[in-house]
């Protein structure tokens, strides 16, 4: 099993940023892939941004490309999203997701994901 624990969240004005961080532990070797989702009120969960186990590929949803930067660390088992320019739009609980599928391209289907944190709250006034 994997558990994660999303942080960071919380109330920003239009045009200000916030970084969340995902931390994972338990079985951390079986994670690859990881990703960032979110859910605003009344609506589906959707996906955000995604990233390889090495870092080195990543894929955003066209909302956040150019104000969203994900990233991670794996000697801290850490995935963030660098949130800049927020929009009240963006205003949602945030997800981590964790799969044990490698990179293949995007992977923006929650279906491919194994594991979920328990959200963290993004709320940005205008």
């Known amino acids: 099993q994997v558990q994660l624990a999303e942080s960071g969240g919380g109330l920003v004005q239009a045009g200000g940023s916030l970084r969340l961080s995902c931390a994972a532990s338990?079985?951390?070797?079986?994670?690859?892939?990881m990703g960032w989702f979110r859910q605003a009120p009344g609506k589906e969960r959707e996906f955000v941004a995604t990233?390889?186990?090495?870092?080195?590929?990543?894929y955003y949803v066209d909302s956040a490309k150019g104000r969203f930067t994900i990233s991670r660390v794996n000697a801290k088992d850490t995935v963030y999203l660098q949130m800049n320019s927020l929009k009240p739009e963006d205003t949602a609980v945030y997800y981590c997701?964790?799969?044990?599928?490698?990179?293949?391209?995007?992977?923006?289907?929650?279906?491919?994901?194994?594991?979920w944190g328990q959200g963290t709250q993004v709320t940005v006034s205008s």
């Open positions: 990233i390889s186990k090495s870092g080195g590929s990543t």
């Open positions: 338990g079985r951390t070797y079986s994670v690859y892939t």
């Open positions: 997701g964790a799969s044990s599928i490698p990179w293949r391209g995007s992977m923006a289907a929650m279906g491919a994901y194994d594991y």
